[in-house]
């Protein structure tokens, strides 16, 4: 058992919090100033605090607060040096956070899935962390880049899955239009994104193979690929993640100036 702390038990912190519950490994402690918010979690974790010091005494500390509130919670931790802070925060780098601690500092960016051991995370680290190896062992799959890969990993699956929820939602509301009941449609868009994902990252074969294995000669895929080829889907979809990596570069200028 690996004792961890979250600090911030909003969206992505009581996906963590609940994700490692279901993994059963690790001893969660969770600490937030909002006292509705530790209620929500508590039934995912052993411990819930308001005591700074409390919190502060995990093997491995777990920043899940908004990047603005970062440098207020790093200058109440007291951390030592053979402890771990994990940092999630968008645009935050692990230089300013090595400035306001001890601790052996791990920067992440994890994703709202985690909450069903589903994430997809990015891990910059000078040296492997066993623990937070292990973290994200148990929630999802992780891949390490540098971290000057952080700010498009933000996009891609940090924001991510706001792009997929926007896209499985228009296949939702056409298939609606088209007569299917609401719920329905939900299941069966939502089970397709999932059944998607699973295939690629469990197939050899290559995205083009695959969209080429479900259009049937002159079946019914291919026409409505006609139509997202004819599109610009693709740019489109390339300017929002754009758009997203953009605001986290700028994210981290504003800590580069402190
Ligand atoms: N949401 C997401 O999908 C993802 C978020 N992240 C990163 O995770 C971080 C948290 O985001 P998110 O969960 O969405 O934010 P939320 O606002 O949902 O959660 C933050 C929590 O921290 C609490 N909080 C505020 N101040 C303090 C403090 N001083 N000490 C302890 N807790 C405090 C907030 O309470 P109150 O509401 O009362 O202010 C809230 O409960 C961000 O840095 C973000 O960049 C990374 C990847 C994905
Ligand atoms: O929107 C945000 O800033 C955070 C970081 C990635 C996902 N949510």
């Known amino acids: 058992m690996v004792d961890v702390t979250i600090i911030g038990c909003g969206n992505l912190g009581s996906a963590l919090i609940t994700g490692l519950a279901k993994a059963g490994n690790h001893d969660v402690t969770a600490y937030d100033i909002d006292e509705s918010a530790l209620e929500r979690v508590a039934s995912y974790c052993e411990r819930t605090t308001s005591d700074i010091e409390e919190a502060a005494t995990s093997e491995v500390v777990v920043v899940a607060v908004k990047p603005d509130i970062v440098e207020t919670v790093l200058e109440s931790l007291e951390l030592s040096a053979d402890q771990t802070l994990v940092t999630v925060a968008a645009g935050v780098p692990i230089d300013f956070v090595n400035a306001h601690t001890d601790a052996t500092v791990v920067r992440i960016m994890p994703n709202l899935a985690a909450e069903t051991a589903d994430m997809a995370a990015a891990v910059a680290w000078d040296e492997v962390d066993e623990g937070v190896r292990a973290l994200l062992a148990?929630?999802?799959?992780?891949?390490?880049?540098?971290?000057?890969?952080?700010?498009?990993?933000?996009?891609?699956?940090?924001?991510?899955?706001?792009?997929v929820f926007y896209f499985l939602q228009a296949m939702k509301r056409a298939a609606v239009e088209e007569g299917l009941d609401d719920e329905d449609a939900e299941v069966l868009a939502a089970q397709t994104v999932k059944g998607a994902a699973e295939t690629v990252l469990r197939s050899d074969r290559s995205v083009d193979e695959l969209i080429d294995a479900v259009c049937s000669p002159n079946g019914t895929t291919i026409e409505g690929m006609e139509v997202l080829w004819d599109s610009d889907l693709e740019a489109e979809t390339g300017d929002a993640l754009a758009a997203a990596a953009r605001r986290s570069r700028e994210l981290a200028e504003e800590f580069e100036h402190d």
């Open 138 to 163: 148990d929630l999802g799959e992780f891949v390490e880049i540098d971290e000057e890969h952080m700010d498009v990993a933000t996009a891609l699956n940090g924001s991510g899955p706001a792009f």
